[in-house]
């Protein structure tokens, strides 16, 4: 009888170190895009405060997922980021000083108030997002970036030519773009709520389903523009040019001012 409960203990040990040992095998497998975005990000933190630093291709996001990962303030010197997906991460204020980050997804990531030195290794579409963000646009040739997908939100873009540059699905929210150059740019699915465009060039450019919602374009100008599902709620559109713009008035009735604008059929409003 004793060697049978002995037998059976035995049984129960080894089952327990077999399921154990089990959770410890696909714990990779949960890191790299099979569990919630939450149990990633607390699995790295705690990899991190244990010495680790080599998170290549660590997956932080699904497509669809809209909870983004929250890195803020985070430590991540000397981390190997390679290939890694943090789409919509927010980074602001993480310190990346020495981390290496080349190839990996950064679209819609936040990179304000980020630390980073020479030993950091960013593609160059990034680095330019965070030289934006965070030292400012104001004035600068933008011609031929690709600014697709950057979170811009808040940053100073006054008298930046961006004229033809790609901004579609970027996030500009409260952004300043006071006497910026958007001739023909695209800027398909953008966010510029609340942001600054006064006396901004829009000439024929693509504001496709853009939300301008509480956005200042008093005198800019949008001859031409398409403004096809755009939001113009609470907009100050006073004195701006909207000759052969694509809009509708169902649109344009909902604008907190249009006081001396031109209309897409060259009427001054009152």
């Avoid at 035995?10 to 399921?19: D, N, R, Y």
């Avoid at 680095?127 to 950057?150: F, I, P």
């Avoid at 979170?151 to 579609?168: C, I, Q, R, W």
């Amino acid at each position: 009888m004793k060697r049978k409960n002995w037998l059976l203990v035995a049984g129960v040990a080894l089952v327990t170190l077999a399921l154990v040992l089990g959770c410890v095998a696909i714990l990779p497998g949960f890191l790299l895009g099979y569990h919630t975005s939450s149990l990633r990000l607390s699995i790295i933190k705690i990899r991190y405060s244990l010495g680790e630093r080599d998170f290549g291709g660590i997956r932080l996001g699904e497509e669809g997922d809209y909870l983004a990962s929250d890195l803020s303030g985070f430590n991540l010197s000397e981390a190997d980021l390679r290939e890694a997906y943090l789409t919509r991460c927010d980074l602001s204020g993480a310190n990346l000083s020495g981390a290496d980050l080349r190839g990996a997804n950064l679209q819609g990531a936040s990179l304000h108030g980020v630390s980073i030195d020479s030993g950091t290794q960013l593609d160059a579409k990034w680095l330019l997002v965070w030289e934006l963000v965070n030292e400012g646009g104001s004035g600068r040739d933008l011609r031929g970036a690709d600014l697709t997908y950057a979170n811009l939100s808040g940053a100073d873009l006054s008298g930046a030519n961006l004229s033809g540059v790609d901004l579609s699905w970027a996030e500009l929210r409260s952004a300043r773009l006071i006497g910026a150059d958007l001739t023909r740019a695209h800027l398909r699915d953008v966010d510029l709520s609340s942001s600054d465009l006064r006396r901004a060039r829009l000439t024929r450019a693509s504001l496709w389903l853009d939300d301008l919602r509480d956005a200042n374009l008093s005198g800019a100008d949008l001859t031409g523009a398409i403004l096809a599902k755009t939001r113009l709620n609470g907009a100050n559109l006073s004195g701006a040019n909207l000759s052969g713009a694509t809009v509708t008035d169902a649109q344009l009735a909902v604008a907190q001012s249009l006081k001396g604008a031109t209309m897409p059929d060259g009427t001054v409003h009152e």
